[in-house]
């Protein structure tokens, strides 16, 4: 059974880091792109970034490009966003989601982050 | 950057009804579509790939089609299950980028 478990979110004041995790298992992790992708409070979806497989490509939104990096470890199924800089406006829930065919076939349940003073 | 819209914004429909999403790219796109469905307080889940391929476990009232810049997502017969929120989003390049959503409401 997939299974993709966030965590690492919370609140944090502006400009500050956060660093979010996704545990997958359930299928060999080193064989798919992986993405994080937000939605703001009661607003539409947001993809952030997307991963390959092996780690060696990486894409981001304009909105955290040069603040936010993604990246993975396969020994250890584990998907990570580092997330510096913090603004309001990247207040959001989070969801890790395992790609194939260019789509995000399944997602993980969400994590909060809230940037507030 | 890709533009992906979607219309209607909202729609109110009965058990039973066709209901049918437009999504427009404002370049073309091929076959890169996917649609997802989203209720409250959930995760969203893949629906559609490759703008006419349904995922595995989807239920076959379930359709889509397009190509190019012009896509629609078809419920033949609207189940009470499918209240939600459906979003498009384009695999053509990066930014991969989502519609604004389409709201499914009750009649």
């Known amino acids: 059974e997939v299974q993709l478990l966030e965590s690492g979110g919370g609140l944090v004041q502006p400009g500050g880091s956060l660093r979010l995790s996704c545990a997958a298992s359930?299928?060999?992790?080193?064989?798919?792109?992986m993405s994080w992708v937000r939605q703001a409070p009661g607003k539409g979806l947001e993809w952030v970034s997307t991963?390959?497989?092996?780690?060696?490509?990486?894409y981001y939104a304009d909105s955290v490009k040069g603040r936010f990096i993604i990246s993975r470890d396969n020994s250890k199924n584990t998907l990570s966003l580092q997330m510096n800089s913090l603004r309001a406006e990247d207040t959001a829930i989070f969801y890790c989601?395992?790609?194939?065919?260019?789509?995000?076939?399944?997602w993980g349940q969400g994590i909060l982050v809230t940037v507030s003073s | 950057d890709i533009q992906m819209t979607q219309s209607p914004s909202s729609v109110s429909a009965s058990v039973g009804d066709r209901v049918t999403i437009t999504c427009r790219a404002s370049?073309?796109?091929?076959?890169?579509l996917a649609w997802y469905q989203q209720k409250p307080g959930k995760a969203p889940k893949l629906l559609i790939y490759?703008?006419?391929n349904l995922q595995s476990g989807v239920p076959s009232r379930f359709s889509g089609s397009g190509s190019g810049t012009d896509f629609t997502l078809t419920i033949s017969s609207l189940q009470p299950e499918d209240f939600a929120t459906y979003y498009c989003?384009?695999?053509?390049?990066?930014?991969?980028?989502f519609g604004q959503g389409t709201k499914v409401e009750i009649k």
């Open positions: 490759a703008a006419s």
């Open positions: 989003q384009q695999a053509n390049s990066f930014p991969r980028t």
């Open positions: 370049q073309g796109i091929s076959n890169w």
């Open positions: 989601a395992k790609d194939r065919s260019s789509a995000s076939v399944f």
């Open positions: 991963v390959s497989g092996s780690g060696v490509s990486t």
């Open positions: 359930g299928f060999t992790f080193s064989s798919y792109a």
